[in-house]
Structure formats: structure tokens, C-alpha cells
């Protein structure tokens, strides 16, 4: 097949969404397809003179060094990485899937392939940062969804969409998380992503909770931005972590939070459970795919940085249930390798799914 996956741009730093792209298009290159990932300077034509000047630039850059399109990830040199001012149908016409990966490309490529039904809309979150209206509406458009966890399909079931609507969890690479330390040799010492839009100052206050409540307590954070300044001096942080330093951060901890209120899935939180971490983190949609209660994480209902706290205490004092959820959760992440996410992913985009294909 010849597939196409319409980024709403492209990003110098890690990225949750783009990453879960670039590791699809590996994947089906590899498995023979003709796989494109098209990266647009907008999703709307230039306005202005200026604007179409800087669309220009950007576009001879970038078409010129491939390798600064996304320097965090190795992206296959299979897979082909056209650079647009702006999508157009005729970038497309050839295409046996064209794959929306946002809600500011779900429009126009509904529009590019209104008469040929070749259109796929991949929703890895409910973007409601964004509006809501704009969003919720591109859910609607004549695309075939494809989630990344049962939240996402309830939403889109409730939204009358459940006919044209497939789930195909993430994939974890594990050969880049696993188990170095093992978890009975572990410090008192949390894990957490530092993010704006992830509940960074309720990690802050979270661990600061915590803290005062067992001083030998150590943490290690990690995210695309500086060292935040109401980060305590205690805490160690690394900015834009390399594989191989995150996954022995993962492994120095003990324990991992996560303290976004809503998830479309959450990355970070089964790299760290594939890497031995016992998880903490809010009730919050996709968290729901690994995250059981009681059994393969503490699972906190109210959000509030309090329960977090408590839930970090509680595993740091018992040994015995937090190498119980460490192993349990070690054992449902297992379950999500991105070669099962990619023969899924084919099957839905080559319209050959059966039920149960593309779930975990």
C-alpha cells in the first residue's frame, strides 16, 4: 500500500504524538509499504506575502537536511518526509490511505479523499486544549477513526461514530525499556515527566508532600524544557534525556508518577512500568489500558497533588505491594509491542480488519 500520515508540522524536540507516527511509518516500511509522513509549514495556505516567503524558506530547509525534520528520532530513510508549505490534494492522488494524525489536518484530508473513502483519522488524545467546537466536530467527518485506547472509543461511540471507528493500542520498543536494576535494590526514589500540559506543578507539589513526610526520599525528573525554578534543589532533572539516559532514570526509580488529568494513553507511564517503576497516577482516560488499581498501579481518582502524595508514601512504606504492582504492571505492559500495533494498523488501513484484530 501506499500510505501518507498528515503531521500538523514537525517539532525539533520529543514529541508523544509524532513519535507514535514515526515508529507506524518504520514499521510499514519495513513491512513493505510505501510509506510517506508529510510535514506542512501550516495547515492553512499562507495569507500574506510574507507568510509564503517564510513557507518557502522553511520548506528549502528542511528539504535540504531530512535529518533536522525530527533529530530525536531514526526514522528510516524507507519512509519519505515530504516538507509542504501547506497540504494539497494533488500531494495525495496517488495514495491508497491517507492517514490525519490531528484535528488541524482531519478536515482537509476528509476534503482530499471525500470520493475516494481512503481516509483515516489516527486520535491519539481528545484535544479539548484546542477548541473544543473545532474538535469535536473533526470526530464527525466521514474519516475511519482509529483510537489508541477504550476511553477514546467510548468518546467516539457516544458520539455515534462506533461503526467507523477501530482501536489499535500503542506499542512499547523493548529493546529501548527493560529492567537493569532490579526493583527489589531500588532507592526511596520517584520518577516523573515535567510538563505544562502533564501537571507539572502538581508533580512539584506532589513530591514536595512527600518529601516532608520521608526526608530520605529522592526524585528524578526529566522533560523537553530547562530545570523549572520551583523545582526543589533535590530533585535532579535532565532536559531532553537521550534514550539511554531515560531508561536509566526509569531504572534508578523506584517509583513513577503521572499526574496529567486527561490521557489519550500516556508514554512515559508503561516506559517506566516496562522498566520496573510501580506507577502513581490520576484516573485520566487512557491511563485505564495498564493502569488497574490495587493490582498493576495506584490508580488516584481525586485529582489533587495530596493523593498523590499519599500514594507515593504508601509505596515507598509497603515493599511487598510495590514490587507486587512493579511485576503485574511489567507484565500488562508486555502485552503492547509495536510489531502486534503495526500488523493491526495494516489491517485497518488495508480495510481487512476482523473484530478483535486491532485490540490488545
Request: neutral net charge; proline residues 7%.
Amino acid at each position: 500500500m501506499r500510505i501518507v500520515f498528515v503531521l500538523p508540522g514537525r517539532s525539533p524536540k520529543p514529541v508523544g504524538g509524532f513519535k507514535v507516527v514515526y515508529e507506524y511509518a518504520n514499521l510499514l516500511a519495513a513491512r513493505d509499504h510505501e510509506v510517506s509522513v508529510m510535514h506542512p509549514w501550516s495547515c492553512r495556505p499562507p495569507s500574506s506575502l510574507r507568510t509564503r516567503l517564510e513557507a518557502r524558506l522553511w520548506v528549502e530547509r528542511l528539504r535540504r537536511q531530512r535529518g533536522s525534520i525530527a533529530p530525536w528520532f531514526e526514522i528510516d530513510r524507507r519512509v519519505a518526509l515530504p516538507v509542504v508549505a501547506y497540504p494539497r490534494t494533488a500531494d495525495l492522488s496517488e495514495a491508497d490511505a491517507i492517514v490525519a494524525t490531528a484535528w488541524q489536518t482531519a478536515s482537509w484530508v476528509a476534503e482530499a479523499t471525500r470520493e475516494t473513502g481512503k481516509g483515516f483519522y489516527l486520535i491519539q488524545h481528545y484535544e479539548t486544549w484546542d477548541r473544543v467546537e473545532d474538535v469535536t466536530a473533526t470526530w464527525r467527518l466521514p474519516l475511519h477513526k482509529i483510537v489508541i485506547s477504550r476511553w477514546l472509543e467510548e468518546l467516539a461511540i457516544e458520539m455515534g461514530e462506533g461503526s467507523r471507528t477501530s482501536r489499535v493500542p500503542n506499542g512499547l520498543d523493548f529493546d529501548q525499556f527493560g529492567v537493569d536494576l532490579p526493583p527489589e535494590e531500588r532507592p526511596p526514589r520517584v520518577g516523573a515527566l515535567l510538563s505544562p500540559y502533564k501537571g507539572r506543578e502538581e508533580v512539584i507539589s506532589a513530591l514536595s508532600i512527600a518529601r516532608a513526610r520521608i526526608p530520605k526520599l529522592g526524585a528524578a525528573t526529566f522533560g523537553t524544557g530547562a530545570r523549572p525554578p520551583d523545582l526543589p534543589d533535590w530533585v535532579e532533572h535532565i532536559c531532553l534525556p537521550s534514550p539511554v539516559a531515560l531508561r536509566g532514570l526509569y531504572n534508578s526509580c523506584s517509583v513513577f508518577v503521572q499526574a496529567s488529568r486527561t490521557e489519550g494513553w500516556g508514554l512515559p507511564a508503561t516506559e517506566s512500568m516496562a522498566c520496573g517503576c510501580a506507577l502513581v497516577t490520576y484516573e485520566n482516560g487512557g491511563s485505564r489500558e495498564y493502569a488497574i488499581d490495587g493490582r498493576t498501579a495506584m490508580v488516584v481518582s481525586q485529582h489533587a497533588p495530596e493523593r498523590l502524595a499519599d500514594a507515593i508514601v504508601d509505596l515507598i512504606g509497603n515493599r511487598e505491594l510495590r514490587l507486587a504492582l512493579s511485576r503485574r504492571g511489567r507484565d500488562r505492559v508486555a502485552a503492547f509491542t509495536w510489531p502486534r500495533a503495526a500488523v493491526a494498523m495494516e489491517r485497518v488501513l488495508a480495510g481487512t480488519e476482523a473484530d478483535g484484530d486491532a485490540r490488545a
